[in-house]
T-cell receptor, first 113, second 113 residues
Framework: DAGVIQSPRHEVTEMGQEVTLRCKPI?????LFWYRQTMMRGLELLIY????????DSGMPEDRFSAKMPNASFSTLKIQPSEPRDSAVYFC???????????FGEGSRLTVL | QKEVEQNSGPLSVPEGAIASLNCTYS??????FFWYRQYSGKSPELIMS????GDKEDGRFTAQLNKASQYVSLLIRDSQPSDSATYLC?????????????FGSGTRLSIRP
């Protein structure tokens, strides 16, 4: 079975530009999580979905961040406008149904200049 | 107080020795506990899960849980250089609408030959 697929793997953009990160979870998994990882703050939970419905977005840092999950096989995390402090690795992870086991994508490394 | 706390390390252990990693959590309602390993530049991967008080062994790895003390640990026996990585502790209320999965900041482990 294919793992969690994220794109792009690397994104370099200029401050003020819109950034869209994409995620395809593992088929059959019921939860999808978006995390951000930096050296200073570690792995921070941004938002998570259950059966495509957003459950908790309290970790989203600002209104500049938004996330959607239009169907069971696709989710996006959008930053508009982007700022240098948004530079980080963004991970998407899906949870195996009935367990708490997360499976991570390879991450999207974002650099905002 | 952070929800999940770990000593950041680095923890240096000689090859062949036992590495002991510790984690404390603040939510007494937590039900499920996980250890993830993250190599530099890679995504976290699940290595152990534990749901009940006591010990759980899997090969060279043993997870230990004490819910009364809100403490979970990971022992790695016969440490190998390939065990050098950051180890992340994760905690969740599995059977709850609040099924967010929170990670500690990780402990960096270095196995010296």
């Amino acid at each position: 079975d294919a793992g969690v697929i994220q794109s792009p793997r690397h994104e370099v953009t200029e401050m003020g530009q819109e950034v869209t990160l994409r995620c395809k979870p593992i088929s059959g998994h019921d939860y999808l999580f978006w995390y951000r990882q930096t050296m200073m703050r570690g792995l921070e939970l941004l938002i998570y979905f259950n059966n495509n419905v957003p459950i908790d977005d309290s970790g989203m840092p600002e209104d500049r961040f938004s996330a959607k999950m239009p169907n069971a096989s696709f989710s996006t995390l959008k930053i508009q406008p982007s700022e240098p402090r948004d530079s980080a690795v963004y991970f998407c992870a899906s949870r195996r149904r009935g367990t708490g086991e997360l499976f991570f994508g390879e991450g999207s490394r974002l650099t905002v200049l | 107080q952070k929800e999940v706390e770990q000593n950041s390390g680095p923890l240096s252990v000689p090859e062949g020795a036992i590495a002991s990693l510790n984690c404390t959590y603040s939510d007494r309602g937590s039900q499920s506990f996980f250890w993830y390993r993250q190599y530099s530049g890679k995504s976290p991967e699940l290595i152990m899960s534990i749901y009940s008080n006591g010990d759980k062994e899997d090969g060279r790895f043993t997870a230990q849980l004490n819910k009364a003390s809100q403490y979970v640990s990971l022992l790695i026996r016969d440490s190998q250089p390939s065990d050098s990585a950051t180890y992340l502790c994760a905690v969740t209320r599995l059977y709850s609408s609040a099924s967010k999965i929170i990670f500690g900041s990780g402990t960096r482990l270095s196995i010296r030959p």
